[in-house]
């Protein structure tokens, strides 16, 4: 499957955002999908997952309850609606897909696909 994610820019501190990340190329709805993020000289980190239908998801501690993962799956994409966006969450944002499993998936090398980014910038 291929990932391409969209929607990245500057923000001020405490806006938000809306990202998408539109699949093509294997059944979407047999994937799980993954929001990860990097920040320029830090590793790349978990953000949001969502099971293959979008019945649950599971965040990082440091956006939860600010940041939502939602998927449509008759338009083959994933969102992460990003609110109240603080200058921390300045970072590439990376899409990744991987068949499903039990257990959540929160490390990066536990996906196989993965798109360009898209960079969000947030002001102070």
């Known amino acids: 499957v291929q990932v391409v994610e969209s929607g990245g820019g500057l923000v001020q501190a405490g806006g938000s955002l809306r990202l998408s990340c539109a699949a093509s190329?294997?059944?979407?709805?047999?994937?799980?999908m993954g929001w990860f993020r990097q920040a320029p000289g830090k590793e790349r980190e978990f953000v949001a997952t969502?099971?293959?239908?979008?019945?649950?998801?599971y965040y990082a501690d440091s956006v939860k309850g600010r940041f939502t993962i939602s998927r449509d799956n008759a338009k083959n994409t994933v969102y992460l609606q990003m609110n109240s966006l603080k200058f921390e969450d300045t970072a590439d944002y990376y899409c990744?897909?991987?068949?499903?499993?039990?257990?959540?998936?929160?490390?990066?090398?536990?996906?196989?696909?993965w798109g360009q980014g898209t960079q969000v910038t947030v002001s102070s």
């Open positions: 969502i099971t293959w239908d979008g019945g649950r998801s």
């Open positions: 190329g294997r059944t979407f709805s047999n994937y799980a």
């Open positions: 990744a897909a991987d068949p499903p499993s039990y257990a959540w998936k929160t490390k990066s090398n536990e996906y196989r696909y």
